[in-house]
C-alpha cells in the first residue's frame, strides 16, 4: 500500500463476527482475497499491506484505537507484558495460510492464561 500519514487499525469484530480469531482477517488484509473461499478473488489488491503491516494493525494500531496504547499493543519497558506463543511463524508461511495459525499460549500482564492442549 502506498506510504501515508495515516496509521491503520484493525481489530476482530466480535460478537458480530463467527469467532474473535484475528487470523482470517489478517490474512484477509495482506492476501485481499476471502480466506474462507466463500467469496472468490481478490477485493481492491492495490490495498492489500504487508504482513508487517496487517499485525501493527492488530496490535499497536488497535490498542491505539483503544486508547491504551500506553499500556498494550507492544512489547516495551513498562506496559503489560501481553503476548502470544504461536504454532507457526507467520513470516515463513505463504499469505494464503495465515488464518491457520493458531495461538499455543496466552500471556496477560506477564502470566501465562491459556495452554493449546
Given at each position: 500500500?502506498?506510504?501515508?500519514?495515516?496509521?491503520?487499525?484493525?481489530?476482530?469484530d466480535?460478537?458480530?463476527?463467527?469467532?474473535?480469531?484475528?487470523?482470517?482477517?489478517?490474512?484477509?488484509?495482506?492476501t485481499r482475497?476471502d480466506p474462507?473461499?466463500t467469496?472468490?478473488?481478490?477485493?481492491?489488491?492495490?490495498?492489500a499491506?504487508t504482513?508487517d503491516?496487517?499485525?501493527?494493525?492488530?496490535t499497536?494500531?488497535a490498542?491505539?484505537?483503544?486508547?491504551?496504547?500506553?499500556?498494550?499493543?507492544?512489547l516495551?519497558?513498562?506496559k503489560?507484558?501481553d503476548?502470544?506463543?504461536?504454532?507457526?511463524?507467520?513470516?515463513?508461511?505463504?499469505?494464503?495460510?495465515?488464518a491457520?495459525?493458531?495461538a499455543?499460549?496466552?500471556?496477560?500482564?506477564?502470566?501465562?492464561?491459556?495452554?493449546?492442549?
Amino acid at each position: 500500500m502506498e506510504p501515508s500519514t495515516t496509521e491503520i487499525r484493525s481489530m476482530v469484530d466480535w460478537p458480530v463476527v463467527p469467532s474473535p480469531d484475528p487470523w482470517p482477517g489478517i490474512q484477509g488484509l495482506v492476501t485481499r482475497a476471502d480466506p474462507t473461499g466463500t467469496h472468490p478473488g481478490q477485493l481492491w489488491p492495490a490495498q492489500a499491506l504487508t504482513l508487517d503491516e496487517a499485525l501493527h494493525a492488530y496490535t499497536l494500531g488497535a490498542a491505539r484505537a483503544m486508547g491504551v496504547d500506553d499500556v498494550t499493543g507492544s512489547l516495551a519497558a513498562g506496559k503489560s507484558a501481553d503476548f502470544v506463543v504461536l504454532d507457526r511463524d507467520p513470516f515463513a508461511v505463504p499469505a494464503d495460510q495465515l488464518a491457520g495459525t493458531r495461538a499455543e499460549q496466552t500471556w496477560f500482564a506477564g502470566r501465562q492464561v491459556y495452554q493449546r492442549r
